[in-house]
């Protein structure tokens, strides 16, 4: 079992930043790559950024030049750092962790997710 834990969310003004931090802990033997999500209501969630434990990065195109995405591997987390947000960044954001495990192999897990507001 992995537990994800998502932090950093709040409430902003429109041009602002946040730093989201995700936490992977339990019994795992590695981490392949960790993702975050963000989710509105009544729309599908999508995926924002997702990092390798090899340090491949996937940012999409929306978020380039005003997201980061970064990890710290001694410590199983990873960071999604917004800058010049807007109220379409409005969302719950969630983090994904892939990671391998003798008695399941390779499976996806999820936070509960962190609220990000963003006041226009």
């Known amino acids: 079992q992995v537990y994800v834990v998502e932090s950093g969310g709040g409430f902003v003004q429109a041009g602002g930043s946040l730093r989201l931090s995700c936490a992977a802990s339990?019994?795992?033997?590695?981490?392949?790559?960790m993702g975050w999500y963000r989710q509105v209501p009544g729309k599908d969630r999508e995926l924002v950024a997702r990092?390798?434990?090899?340090?491949?990065?996937t940012l999409v195109d929306s978020m380039k030049g005003r997201f980061t995405i970064s990890r710290n591997s001694a410590e199983n987390k990873s960071f999604l750092d917004m800058n010049t947000l807007n109220s379409e960044d409005t969302a719950v954001y969630y983090c994904?962790?892939?990671?391998?495990?003798?008695?399941?192999?390779?499976?996806?897990?999820w936070g509960q997710g962190t609220q990000v507001t963003v006041a226009s």
């Open positions: 990092i390798t434990w090899e340090d491949d990065v």
């Open positions: 339990g019994n795992f033997v590695k981490i392949n790559f």
């Open positions: 994904n962790t892939n990671a391998y495990g003798w008695r399941w192999g390779t499976r996806d897990f």
